[in-house]
Structures are given as structure tokens and as C-alpha cells.
């Protein structure tokens, strides 16, 4: 019964954020319900000690991601710099290239350490630009980003500084490159299938008559750019480098300029206790945070004149964006943490440590629970701190070594965690002014694609060893 729980409450909250309804109201009304039917004296508890525990958390560390990223986003837009990268972009790879542009532009700005929110926030402007020049449906620019931002450079390519392909480091010894052919072909997998796929629903629509504005009202539109003339494509680019770039340097910087840890005294009267930071648990966010607010600093120098003319309402919208977006994740955050945290959570657990090959036990345990929480970080975090003293053994026995349960355990992550109730993937939509009806379908192709990668390359290390 207690299963039954568990899965009732998925399938209504999936259910529910399909059919457009606000993540940020039914993500506690599906949670707390399986608590009711669970323990019903556990609801209030559960509520206040552990839902909004995880929701303010997540906010706590990611809301200024997420508004830096969006700001970033519209001044990209209303700098035209949006319009210049996609105008250069048509006449370098052409108009029919679009979906290729995007994927490539996603991908450089992951690998390179980008939030995967902030990319989403970052790409979409000239997405959206791209997408109508070439006149191909708006409702593919959500799979087309999904592609490029959530799969091959979020765990699967060696390197990858993304939290997906760190993670499995502390359980198993290995380091972010572990796999590295593995990784490589599973990389490569993901973005062939993956662009064969969009490929062939641009020619379907194509074919269908299907243009940008194509199955209903546009909505979260980027602004056009108002200025006289557009800055060269060399100049716009460049502040998203810079982000990529700064991310980087800031990634190692900050551990040596403040040490392990940091405190300071929250206030000059009285005795207070001081507030102690672990650096290395927010150092990659500050440096996300230091990289974006380069970014801002940069279109700001490069194109002041239309800036400061759209600043004040583009920024509005911008702010507006990502307290929805920020929230529709954390409320995610909070239902994965309730659900993770009744018995039923602990049945299909078990039930998924009864699969005999290591690799496939492994892989299915981590994409099942990461669908469950809605959340590739939290899955795998769960699935490893509970099973990876058994993976582990059964790989010793098998002859694996660790470097590809690292492998398989981070692809697999970001395989089934983009159900309709993801957080990413709620904020894709949003940002991008779209529903789960219009574009879900091809997000979840791309979800299916990346999810029988993670197979394809347990078969290949089977067939050949290679690691």
C-alpha cells in the first residue's frame, strides 16, 4: 500500500503539471496527500520540518542564480546582441541549420560550467530570434535546448563540471574524467539520435505548413531591438564567453582566496553566534553568481545606449520570471524530499536492488528514483548514499572497475529525472512561454534518447572493455 502511496502522488503531480496547473500549488498538495494517506499526524511536521525546510533551502543557495541568469537573458535580448548572434548565425550555417546552432551554443555553455537555469535563461532570447528567421515552429525550441543543455555535456562527456558528474566521485574514488571513452560515446549517441530526432519533426512540420507562429498564441516573446544598428556578432558573443570563462577562473579562485571555511559575527550588539560557511559547498555557486554579474557588467559596457533605455521594464519581467521559475524548482525540491522520506520511497528501493547485472541494477535504481524526486542531483544522491556499498561489491565481483559505475550512474541520473514534474523542465516551459501540451512531447523524446544511452554504453563496455 505504501507504494501505492508513492506512485499515486507522482502520477497526480505529473499529471497535473501536464495539464498546466501551478507546480508551486499542487507539488505540497501531492506531497502532504501521501503523507495524510501515510501517517496523517505527520503532516504538519512534514510540512513545516521538512518540505519548506528543502523549499527555502533551494532558495536560499539558487534565487540569486536564477535572477542573475534571467537579467542576463533580457539584456541579451534588449541590446540586440540576440539579434546579431542569430542574424550571423542563419548566414554562416543557414536557416535550416537552426536546430544545430542552438544544440552547439547549449552545449559549450554547460561544458563550460554553466548552471543549466542560467543557460536555459541565456539561450533562449536568440533561440527564439533563430527559431522565427527560419520560420520553424516555437514549440521545438524547449526539446532543441533540452538537447543541448540537459543531456550529453550535463554528464555524459568526460570533464563536464556539472554537480551530475561530480557527485558519484565522493561514493566511488573517481574523478570527473572518469570514462572517458564511455563518456565520449555516450556523448555522441545522445547528440546524433538526438538531432536526427528534431531534424526529422522540422521536416515533418515543414511539411505540415507549420511556421514559428504555429499552434496558438506566442507568448514571454523576446523584445525586439529597437536600436539603429546591431553590434557585430564577434562583440555579442562575447559576454557569454566571458560568463563561460569567468566561471572557470572564479571555480578555482575562490577556494584559495577564502580557505575552507568562513565566519563572521551576524551582528555588533549583543553575543551573538557567528555564522560559519563551508566554502567548498558554496563556491560554485558564488562562482556562477560572480560569472553572470561579469556577463551583466559586460553587455551594460558594450551596449548602453539601448540598455538604459529598456532597463527599468526589461528588467521587471526579467525579476517576475525568475521568482516563478525559482519557485516552481524549489517546490520540486521540497515534494522530492517529502516523497523520499516515506516508506514507500524505501519499497521501490529495495525492489530495485533485486536486478543481478551490477551496471543495469545500478542504472535503473538511479534514472527510476531520479524520476521519482524529479530531480537528477537528488536521485542519484539518494541512490548512491543508499546502495553504492553494493554496487560497488558486485562490481569488485564482476570486474568492473569504478570509473564506469561513475559513468552509468551520471548518465543514468539525467535520464527519466525530465518527467513532466521536473524542475528544469517547468522552467523551461515558462521561460519559454509554452505548456507540457505544446512542447512535453519532444522533451520526453529527448528524455527516451538519453535514457537508452545510458544502455548503449553498459552494451559497449560488455562488448568491448572499453573504459
Known sequence: MSFLIVVAALCFL????????????????????????????????????????????????????FLLGAVFGKLIEISGFSKSIVTATIRLVGAKRAMLSIVLVCALLTYGGVSLFVVVFAVYPFAAELFRQSDIPKRLVPGTIALGAFTFTMDALPGTPQIQNII??????????????????????????????????????????????????????????????????????????????????????????????????????????????????????????????VGIASVVAFAWKPVLASFAEGTKSAIGG????????????????????????????????????????????????????????????????????????????????????????????????????NGAVITLLAVTGLTHRQSYKDVFAITAIKTLAVFFVIAMFYLTGWV
Open 14 to 65: 505529473m499529471f497535473v503539471a501536464y495539464r498546466g496547473y501551478s507546480v508551486i500549488l499542487f507539488a505540497p498538495v501531492a506531497a502532504l496527500g501521501a503523507v495524510l494517506l501515510t501517517d496523517p499526524a505527520l503532516v504538519a511536521p512534514m510540512f513545516t520540518g521538512l518540505f519548506m525546510e528543502k523549499m527555502v533551502g533551494f532558495l536560499k543557495l539558487y534565487f540569486p542564480v
Open 168 to 293: 558519484p566521485t565522493s561514493f566511488f574514488g573517481t574523478t570527473a574524467w572518469a570514462a572517458p571513452v564511455l563518456g565520449t560515446l555516450g556523448g555522441a549517441f545522445v547528440l546524433a539520435v538526438g538531432l536526427a530526432y528534431l531534424e526529422w519533426r522540422r521536416r515533418v512540420a515543414a511539411r505540415n505548413g507549420e511556421g514559428y507562429a504555429s499552434g496558438g498564441e506566442l507568448r514571454n516573446e523576446p523584445e525586439v531591438f529597437r536600436g539603429d544598428r546591431l553590434a557585430h556578432p564577434l562583440l555579442a558573443v562575447l559576454p557569454l564567453v566571458l560568463v563561460g570563462v569567468a566561471n572557470f577562473l572564479f571555480t578555482r579562485w575562490i577556494p584559495g582566496w577564502y580557505g575552507e571555511s568562513q565566519s563572521f559575527v551576524p551582528a555588533v550588539i549583543g553575543n551573538p553566534d557567528p555564522v560559519v560557511q563551508e566554502v567548498k559547498k558554496v563556491a560554485a555557486i558564488w562562482a556562477v553568481q560572480g560569472a553572470l554579474l
Open 322 to 421: 525568475a521568482l516563478l521559475a525559482s519557485m516552481n524548482t524549489a517546490s520540486e525540491y521540497g515534494f522530492g524530499a517529502v516523497i523520499a522520506a516515506l516508506p514507500g520511497f524505501l519499497v521501490v528501493a529495495n525492489a530495485l536492488q533485486a536486478i543481478p547485472n551490477p551496471l543495469v541494477n545500478e542504472a535503473v535504481s538511479v534514472t527510476a528514483l531520479a524520476g521519482i524526486t524529479g530531480s537528477a542531483s537528488g536521485g542519484m544522491s539518494i541512490a548512491l548514499a543508499a546502495m553504492a556499498d553494493s554496487f560497488i561489491a558486485n562490481a569488485h565481483a564482476a570486474g568492473i572497475p569504478m570509473d564506469v559505475l561513475h559513468r552509468v550512474a551520471a548518465m543514468a541520473s539525467g535520464g527519466m529525472d525530465t518527467l513532466p514534474h
